[in-house]
């Protein structure tokens, strides 16, 4: 039998996050335009591969961008649709675009490279996947913005990746990081890098735990004493 249309406000009501989806904070030029700049990218690199055997470490690692970049928009439009918008490929941080920069002038003309590209490379994958993992499992209780304020999405998750790490996307995109500069064979933003990534996921996390606590209570501070960062945090 063929379902009868249904109308916006119909759909609007639904408990479906997709429900709670806002188009006003979505430009659509952009989001097309940082999927085609990703796509090409990703395309380009792939044929260099082939084409520039050297080039190889550089090809790989500009994929990796690439489908991390994808992979923060997707999950976040798949999982807390409400707070999709056109920067949830974090495309727009100077910070990230400086390091990126920097690692690719560095594997261009340092004289030393570090030959561990295949350790590297896993560390890349698993990193990534510990942070998509950390995402689907999270949902609705993950943002890329620290919140200081409940809402009624928000719930404490230990269950996952995050029975088993406290921060698994901190952790995860920590992972990464050193993976990829390891893939790159770069010493100097792999150790003065990690330094100030380390610092910056210490402070972070210092400060969003004090909303945790504020938003869960006693039942934070014991998954918190339960459950490590792994990141000697």
């Known amino acids: ?17 997709y429900a709670r989806y806002d ?3 979505n430009n659509l030029v952009k989001i097309a ?8 990218v990703f395309t380009a690199a792939l044929i260099g591969e082939f084409a520039y ?35 949830s490929f974090i495309l727009e941080d100077r910070e990230f675009h400086m390091i990126t920069v920097i690692s690719i002038i560095e594997y261009s003309f340092s004289p030393f490279h570090l030959s561990i590209q295949p350790i590297g490379m896993l560390l890349a994958l698993v990193g990534q996947l510990i942070r998509t993992l950390s995402m689907g499992t999270a949902q609705e209780s993950f943002n890329h913005y620290i919140q200081k304020s409940g809402k009624e999405t928000h719930t404490l998750v230990t269950k996952g990746v995050y029975k088993y790490i406290r921060h698994p996307s901190y952790f995860g995109f920590f992972v990464w990081f050193i993976g990829l500069e390891l893939l790159l064979g770069n010493t100097l933003v792999l150790s003065v890098g990690a330094v100030i990534l380390w610092k910056f996921f210490r402070d972070r996390i210092a400060y969003e735990e004090d909303y945790l606590i504020r938003f869960f ?15 000697y945090i």
């Open 1 to 17: 039998m063929k379902q009868p249309h249904r109308t916006l406000e119909e759909m609007l009501d639904d408990e479906s996050p």
């Open 23 to 25: 188009a006003r904070k």
């Open 33 to 40: 335009s940082k999927s085609f700049v990703l796509g090409g």
């Open 53 to 87: 055997s050297r080039l190889v470490p550089l090809c790989l690692y500009l994929q990796f961008l690439c489908i991390f970049h994808s992979l923060e928009f997707g999950m976040t439009y798949l999982y807390n649709n409400s707070q999709t918008d056109d920067d």
């Open 217 to 231: 209570g006693a039942d934070y501070i014991k998954y918190r004493a339960n459950t490590k960062t792994w990141l």
